[in-house]
T-cell receptor, first 115, second 114 residues
């Protein structure tokens, strides 16, 4: 049971390049989330999804797009990377909010550097 | 806008001492979570507090929730070096069943010295 898996783990981009981060979960969770973590800032929610085919904006959505074509996968895209997007990105999933504890299960993180 | 404030943000303490980390939040919620993060690692769930007055304990850590005061505490008893980590509290602010994710505090960086 792998839980939440993120790929790639590390990536270096040049300003203006594009890339996609992939999150896959094998727990049959309905809800999935993308957070970014910056020093001294805690975790901030970028986008989230409450089910296959749905997405919604979080606290810091600008510069990112997401898609959830399959229930187990949640993709985070950067169309034109900027140095301000240098961060560690965490994907998380939860079963279904108040149906269960609402606890989030996190992936190992993806460290992105934009030069 | 929900705000989650932890204090202290940095704590250096000696082994065998006791200490408390505080987590205040700005709006009504009856669900609060504590996570641990080791350097370069992911977040590990420690406690899930789902109602006013909830208290959970695991080893030398004990967490409690007072929803009326909008306050949660994480108490460390007789600290040991292995508890050195960054601790985050997070609050579920959604009224629609937990769909909106959790709002995190900035984290408390805890160093326990011999």
């Amino acid at each position: 049971n792998a839980g939440v898996t993120q790929t790639p783990k590390f990536r270096v981009l040049k300003t203006g390049q594009s890339m996609t981060l992939l999150c896959a979960q094998d727990m049959n969770h309905e809800y999935m989330y993308w957070y970014r973590q910056d020093p001294g800032m805690g975790l901030r929610l970028i986008h989230y999804s409450v089910g296959e085919g749905t997405t919604a904006k979080g606290e810091v959505p600008d510069g990112y797009n997401v898609s959830r074509l399959k229930k187990q996968n949640f993709l985070l895209g950067l169309e034109s990377a900027a140095p301000s997007q240098t961060s560690v990105y965490f994907c998380a999933s939860s079963l279904r909010g108040y149906v269960d504890t609402g606890e989030l299960f996190f992936g190992e993180g993806s460290r992105l550097t934009v030069l | 806008e929900l705000k989650v404030e932890q204090n202290p943000l940095f704590l250096s303490m000696q082994e065998e001492k006791n200490y408390t980390i505080y987590c205040n939040y700005s709006t009504t919620s009856d669900r609060l979570y504590w996570y641990r993060q080791d350097p370069g690692k992911s977040l590990e769930s420690l406690f899930v507090l789902l109602s006013n007055g909830a208290v959970k304990q695991e080893g030398r850590l004990m967490a409690s929730l007072d929803t009326k005061a909008r306050l949660s505490t994480l108490h460390i008893t007789a600290a040991v070096h292995d508890l050195s980590a960054t601790y985050f509290c997070a609050v579920d602010m959604s009224s629609g069943g937990g769909a909106d994710g959790l709002t995190f505090g900035k984290g408390t960086h805890l160093i326990i010295q011999p």
